[in-house]
Protein backbone atom coordinates (compact mmCIF):
# COMPACT_ATOMS: atom_id res chain seq x y z
CA UNK A 1 0.00 0.00 0.00
CA UNK A 2 1.09 3.24 -1.05
CA UNK A 3 1.79 6.06 1.39
CA UNK A 4 2.57 9.58 1.34
CA UNK A 5 3.04 12.12 4.55
CA UNK A 6 3.66 15.19 4.50
CA UNK A 7 5.12 17.61 7.19
CA UNK A 8 5.82 21.02 8.00
CA UNK A 9 3.09 23.24 7.86
CA UNK A 10 1.94 25.57 10.30
CA UNK A 11 0.87 29.40 10.93
CA UNK A 12 3.10 32.24 9.83
CA UNK A 13 3.15 35.83 9.23
CA UNK A 14 3.20 37.25 5.71
CA UNK A 15 6.36 37.32 4.36
CA UNK A 16 7.86 34.81 6.15
CA UNK A 17 9.22 31.21 5.07
CA UNK A 18 8.27 27.80 5.52
CA UNK A 19 9.24 23.99 3.80
CA UNK A 20 7.15 21.17 3.63
CA UNK A 21 8.28 17.66 2.95
CA UNK A 22 7.07 14.34 1.96
CA UNK A 23 7.51 11.30 1.89
CA UNK A 24 5.97 7.98 0.03
CA UNK A 25 6.66 4.71 1.41
CA UNK A 26 5.35 1.39 -0.15
CA UNK A 27 5.63 -0.67 -3.68
CA UNK A 28 5.64 1.94 -6.55
CA UNK A 29 7.28 0.18 -9.38
CA UNK A 30 8.24 3.52 -11.48
CA UNK A 31 7.32 7.28 -10.60
CA UNK A 32 6.64 9.79 -13.37
CA UNK A 33 6.42 12.85 -10.97
CA UNK A 34 5.56 13.85 -7.49
CA UNK A 35 4.57 17.55 -6.83
CA UNK A 36 2.07 19.65 -4.00
CA UNK A 37 -1.09 20.51 -4.74
CA UNK A 38 -3.50 22.93 -2.51
CA UNK A 39 -6.52 23.81 -1.66
CA UNK A 40 -7.88 27.40 -0.36
CA UNK A 41 -11.51 28.35 1.39
CA UNK A 42 -14.00 27.95 -1.26
CA UNK A 43 -11.60 27.02 -4.06
CA UNK A 44 -11.15 23.85 -5.65
CA UNK A 45 -7.99 22.15 -5.52
CA UNK A 46 -4.94 23.26 -7.84
CA UNK A 47 -1.15 22.16 -8.77
CA UNK A 48 1.16 24.58 -7.10
CA UNK A 49 4.53 22.79 -8.11
CA UNK A 50 5.06 19.23 -9.83
CA UNK A 51 8.93 17.84 -10.53
CA UNK A 52 8.93 15.02 -13.16
CA UNK A 53 11.49 12.06 -12.89
CA UNK A 54 13.70 14.00 -15.51
CA UNK A 55 13.56 17.38 -13.21
CA UNK A 56 11.08 18.95 -15.16
CA UNK A 57 9.42 21.90 -12.66
CA UNK A 58 6.12 23.21 -13.16
CA UNK A 59 4.58 26.04 -11.34
CA UNK A 60 1.07 27.99 -11.17
CA UNK A 61 1.89 31.65 -12.13
CA UNK A 62 0.78 32.77 -9.00
CA UNK A 63 3.74 30.91 -6.62
CA UNK A 64 6.34 31.37 -9.41
CA UNK A 65 9.45 33.28 -8.14
CA UNK A 66 8.56 32.50 -4.07
CA UNK A 67 8.00 28.93 -4.25
CA UNK A 68 10.83 26.23 -5.17
CA UNK A 69 10.05 22.36 -5.79
CA UNK A 70 12.66 20.20 -5.23
CA UNK A 71 12.79 16.62 -4.55
CA UNK A 72 14.77 13.26 -4.45
CA UNK A 73 12.54 10.98 -6.60
CA UNK A 74 14.31 7.37 -6.22
CA UNK A 75 13.73 7.91 -2.67
CA UNK A 76 10.48 9.08 -2.55
CA UNK A 77 10.62 12.55 -1.29
CA UNK A 78 9.86 15.68 -2.68
CA UNK A 79 9.69 19.40 -0.95
CA UNK A 80 8.44 22.55 -1.60
CA UNK A 81 10.43 25.84 -0.04
CA UNK A 82 7.49 28.73 0.25
CA UNK A 83 9.06 32.75 0.23
CA UNK A 84 7.56 35.31 0.86
CA UNK A 85 4.47 33.72 1.91
CA UNK A 86 0.94 35.93 1.28
CA UNK A 87 -2.24 35.76 3.27
CA UNK A 88 -3.65 33.81 -0.32
CA UNK A 89 -1.25 31.09 0.47
CA UNK A 90 -3.26 29.90 3.27
CA UNK A 91 -4.24 26.65 2.08
CA UNK A 92 -4.02 22.81 2.87
CA UNK A 93 -1.17 21.65 0.95
CA UNK A 94 -1.24 17.74 0.09
CA UNK A 95 1.59 15.71 -1.69
CA UNK A 96 0.88 13.88 -4.86
CA UNK A 97 2.97 11.16 -7.21
CA UNK A 98 2.15 9.45 -10.09
CA UNK A 99 3.41 6.28 -11.01
CA UNK A 100 2.43 6.42 -14.73
CA UNK A 101 -1.29 4.63 -14.15
CA UNK A 102 -2.56 6.43 -11.04
CA UNK A 103 -2.16 9.33 -8.14
CA UNK A 104 -1.37 9.00 -4.79
CA UNK A 105 -2.67 11.80 -2.59
CA UNK A 106 -1.34 12.58 1.27
CA UNK A 107 -3.69 13.70 3.12
CA UNK A 108 -2.39 17.08 3.46
CA UNK A 109 -1.13 19.64 5.95
CA UNK A 110 -2.58 22.89 6.69
CA UNK A 111 -0.19 26.22 6.17
CA UNK A 112 -1.75 29.48 7.43
CA UNK A 113 -0.15 32.83 6.67
CA UNK A 114 -1.89 35.59 9.00
CA UNK A 115 -0.51 38.55 10.91
Known amino acids: QVQLVESGGGLVQPGESLGLSCAAS????????MGWYRQRPGKQRELVAG???????TYVDSVKGRFSISGDIAKKMVFLQMNNLKPEDTANYSC?????????WGKGTLVTVSS
Open 96 to 104: NLNDYTRDY
Open 26 to 33: GSIFSIYS
Open 51 to 57: ITRGGIT
